[in-house]
């Protein structure tokens, strides 16, 4: 019988101008098709901090500036300082959240950008300093440091993208189910469908859980789910290395090498070579360990969220 996972939908923070929003500078919005697909499959919750701080639409452009190692920010063309505006804003914005699993801002943008933000030396912009962040995200990087947070510029790098994709929907499956779960076994059950996924990030992490998850009884499960939360953010915020995922693939394949015949195995074997070597995509070959999942029956290998971390059509 086909297993269909259902996913459940990521609650993610998003610049307004990459849902198609007019608010930027110049009155115009950005069209990025790959974050307006995967929007479509999340709870969007959009913000604007420049509008949101009372500047209008069109604006004069404001820009970063680093003075006695503060960053702050201005409006060169009027002269004026938005620094505080901002900081309380990004405060009672962050504060007024709900739980959410992650952020994609606006590249190079002084409020929103992660990444390649232009920073001066001085208000005016006279002179340029470095490459880095908007005001707006740097609050946001501070105070939600297990989570993913991306630009759209970043997200373009396919292992990037990748890793942002597991996160997200990784964390959406734990909130919600960190809500429902009453019971050990529920836990437990969480757990064992993540195994994988968790064993590609950190073998660490995953015994920590593992030793955490069998103290957990009925009347410790509400402080035993916190720390689960804490160690789950922290074990897959780290990208896996290749040689990390290999192991874990290795690992799922043992469970059904032995029911294969010799070619069969020397062949994924090989197929494995070919991905270490960056010949062969990811996804061929969890397609692989798929199809015997299939083939042998094997539901504790089809309910692994390793195999499928994320809907296929975001591939
Ligand atoms: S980058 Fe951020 S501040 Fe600038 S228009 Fe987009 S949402 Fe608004």
Excluded: W
């Excluded at 692989?288 to 969220?305: V, W």
Aim: hydrophobic share 35%; aromatic share 10%; proline share 4%.
């Amino acid at each position: 019988m086909l297993y269909v996972r259902e996913f459940r939908k990521p609650r993610l923070v998003v610049s307004a101008c990459l849902n198609l929003k007019p608010v930027r500078y110049n009155g115009q919005d950005v069209r990025d098709e790959f974050v307006l697909k995967l929007l479509g499959y999340c709870q969007v919750i959009e913000v604007c901090p420049e509008v949101a701080i009372g500047l209008g639409v069109p604006r004069d452009k404001i820009i970063v500036y680093k003075k006695d190692s503060q960053y702050g920010l201005s409006q060169p063309s009027t002269g004026l300082e938005l620094t505080d505006r901002m900081h309380q804003f990004a405060q009672s914005f962050i504060e007024n959240l709900p739980e959410v699993d992650g952020f994609i801002l606006k590249s190079k943008s002084p409020s929103c950008g992660v990444s390649n933000t232009k920073v001066y030396k001085d208000k005016e912009g006279k002179e340029f300093y470095s490459k880095g962040k908007g005001l707006f995200a740097m609050k946001v990087l501070e105070e939600f440091e297990l989570l993913p947070v991306e630009d759209e510029g970043r997200l373009k790098n396919q292992e990037l993208r990748h890793h942002f994709l597991v996160r997200v929907f990784a964390i959406a499956d734990l909130r919600e189910s960190l809500m429902s779960i009453k019971k050990v076994n529920e836990l437990m059950l969480f757990h064992q469908r993540n195994k994988y996924m968790l064993m590609a990030h950190s073998q660490v992490k995953l015994r920590e859980m593992g030793r955490l998850v069998a103290s957990a009884k009925e009347e410790n499960l509400p402080q035993v789910l916190t720390q689960y939360r804490e160690l789950f953010l922290r074990a897959i915020s780290r990208r896996p290395s290749k040689g990390q995922e290999v192991n874990t693939i290795l690992h799922a394949f043992g469970h059904l090498s032995s029911k294969l015949n010799r070619g069969e195995r020397e062949h994924f074997l090989k197929l494995v070579e070919d991905y270490k070597r960056g010949v062969l995509q990811r996804r061929t070959l969890m397609e692989f360990l798929k199809a015997y999942a299939y083939r042998f029956e094997s539901q504790y290998l089809m309910e692994q969220t390793f195999l499928e971390p994320y809907p296929e059509s975001l591939n």
